[in-house]
Nanobody
Framework: QVQLVESGGGLVQAGGSLRLSCAAS????????MGWYRQAPGKQRELVAR???????NYADSVKGRFTISRDNAKNTVYLRMNRLKPEDTAVYYC?????????WGQGTQVTVSS
């Protein structure tokens, strides 16, 4: 069974940067579109960035121009580079396939942005 392990979160001041990583236990990335999702307290989980198997990317308006998603199929890893972080980016971040999450959710990685 494929497992996803997210890492790289932490506490950062507004305006700072983080890079998140998502590693899969199986070779799935090369054949799947992948996305980074986030869930803030009291809110629904939302898709913030996605990358197709061919490398095309798309972003939610709230993160466009600040976040960059990338993938390394050889390492079965997807990354999310987050720049100019804002307090409203505070959430638990997860990766999964898109348009439909088809893998059991990992534990996520907490990102906390202080003002």
């Amino acid at each position: 069974q494929v497992q996803l392990v997210e890492s790289g979160g932490g506490l950062v001041q507004a305006g700072g940067s983080l890079r998140l990583s998502c590693a899969a236990s199986g070779n799935i990335f090369s054949i799947n579109h992948m996305g980074w999702y986030r869930q803030a307290p009291g809110k629904q989980r939302e898709l913030v960035a996605r990358i197709t198997s061919g490398g095309s990317t798309n972003y939610a308006d709230s993160v466009k121009g600040r976040f960059t998603i990338s993938r390394d199929n050889a390492k079965n890893t997807v990354y999310l580079r987050m720049n100019r972080l804002k307090p409203e980016d505070t959430a638990v971040y997860y990766c999964n396939t898109f348009p439909l999450p088809s893998i059991n959710w990992g534990q996520g990685t907490q990102v906390t942005v202080s003002s």
